[in-house]
């Protein structure tokens, strides 16, 4: 493929994952913990993918998800009901997109680039939370890494994208907000451009670098759509 292959992270980069933080207001009826929570059953659900990639006990993203909901619900003496849980894992199929999200993959697809969606979920989570928030239409392909059962930064998930987009290192760019995928994607001899959503999110100082830091969608099709 001659096309610049541009694949997205979905998860924290397309997808806002502390968008379920109003629904555990009133799951937990308490402002103050609905954010270190949904903080920590972020940080949880990554460790979870992370360790079982490296014991070589995959489970989907899915289980993932709810394995670290039921630990930060112990953790953090919440004591949800198993409705609740069961509600905002629902919730967590229709996560909304960033708001710069639409504006920036309309103008890089309209741009002719390739655009994909590479994810630690599932390919029908995945294709369900797209459409739901609007923006599926905007992708070529989607690419799970549950094909291959291994979680990023794992190197085998990114040759596997290559694989899947027919793609050589030098025309593919993974764009994402997490450093751990920006340091994986590097390290498989991709491009990478770091999404900044927040000022103060400091990256891993491992010595590998972005070859882009942006802090929306917007800024990035400014600089790889001229």
């Known amino acids: 493929m001659n096309k610049r292959v541009l694949a997205f992270d979905v998860y924290g980069t397309l997808i806002d994952t502390h968008g379920v933080v109003e629904a555990l207001n009133k799951e937990l009826g308490d402002t103050d913990m609905a954010l270190p929570f949904s903080q920590r059953w972020r940080d ?7 360790r079982r990639s490296l014991m070589g006990a995959y489970a989907s993203f899915a289980d993932c998800t709810r394995d670290a909901l039921e630990f930060t619900d112990r953790a953090m003496g919440s004591q949800l009901s198993e409705v609740a849980k069961d509600r905002l894992m629902a919730l967590y199929g229709r996560l909304p997109a960033f708001p710069d999200v639409a504006a920036g993959l309309a103008r890089l697809s309209d741009a002719g680039m390739y655009c994909v969606a590479f994810s630690n979920g599932t390919q029908e989570a995945v294709t369900e939370l797209l459409a739901q928030a609007g923006i599926r239409e905007r992708f070529d392909a989607i690419v799970s890494v549950d094909d291959i059962k291994r979680f990023k930064p794992d190197p085998a998930v990114y040759a596997y994208l290559r694989q899947c987009t027919e793609s050589n290192a030098a025309d ?8 751990f995928d920006i340091i994986g994607a590097k390290y498989a001899g991709l491009h990478a451009a770091w999404v900044r959503r927040s000022a103060e999110a400091p990256f891993d100082p491992w010595g590998d670098e972005p070859d882009m830091t942006v802090s929306d969608l917007d800024e ?3 600089r790889l759509a001229r």
């Open 44 to 50: 949880k659900q990554l460790e979870f993918a992370f």
């Open 220 to 222: 990035l099709a400014e």
């Open 172 to 179: 593919t760019w993974l764009i994402s907000s997490n450093p």
